[in-house]
């Protein structure tokens, strides 16, 4: 019994001095990583910029065109399933130079982008219509539209939000789940 009890002693005394130098070898090598990224921080030389790097110049405001909508997002109220939403989100260019719209998405195929497709000069108005429509939708929706412009951000969405009610069942119906025969 006691030749149990001294093994298990010294075997948890050489497993305590493992895990110390383990430890110790551990610090050892995180100080000498340290130093390294010390040492090329302070470095002086340039950095290396790869060859298929583009670059980039801040964009000067006179080519820039800028929204400025009247609204950005659109209260559709509660429409019943079914039903289509149109709504036209007029702008105005405030930028300096003619604004062009290079590209529109929806967040669904639910919604249905339409545009102004010919440059809006500075000082004039155009449009971003957006058609929603509710079948197999129910509940609160937030359609969205992402556009994509010469604009300083060249991302703006625009946004319409409602609830649609489900139609109610008139036996038409699907059967929910699966039909045994």
């Known amino acids: 019994m006691k030749l149990k009890v001294m093994s298990a002693l010294v075997l948890s005394a050489v497993l305590a001095l493992g895990a110390c130098d383990q430890k110790s070898d551990q610090e050892a090598k995180i100080q000498a990583l340290e130093e390294k990224i010390a040492k090329l921080e302070s470095s002086t030389t340039s950095a290396v910029t790869p060859v298929n790097v583009q670059s980039t110049q801040p964009a000067d405001p006179s080519s820039l065109g800028q929204f400025e909508f009247a609204e950005m997002e659109y209260d559709f109220g509660t429409i019943r399933e079914g039903e289509v939403v149109e709504h036209e989100f007029n702008f105005t260019n405030n930028g300096q130079a003619p604004l062009v719209i290079s590209n ?8 249905s982008p339409n545009w102004t497709k010919t440059p809006v000069n500075p000082g004039e108005q155009g449009f971003v219509k957006v058609v929603f429509n509710s ?13 994509q412009a010469n604009t300083n951000p060249t991302v703006t969405r625009l946004r319409m939000k409602g609830n649609v009610t489900p139609k109610l069942g008139g036996g038409t119906a699907a059967p929910v789940g699966p039909i045994k025969k």
């Open 135 to 147: 079948t197999a939708k129910s509940g609160s929706q937030a359609p969205t539209v992402t556009i």
């Open 104 to 111: 529109i998405t929806a967040s669904c195929g639910c919604t």
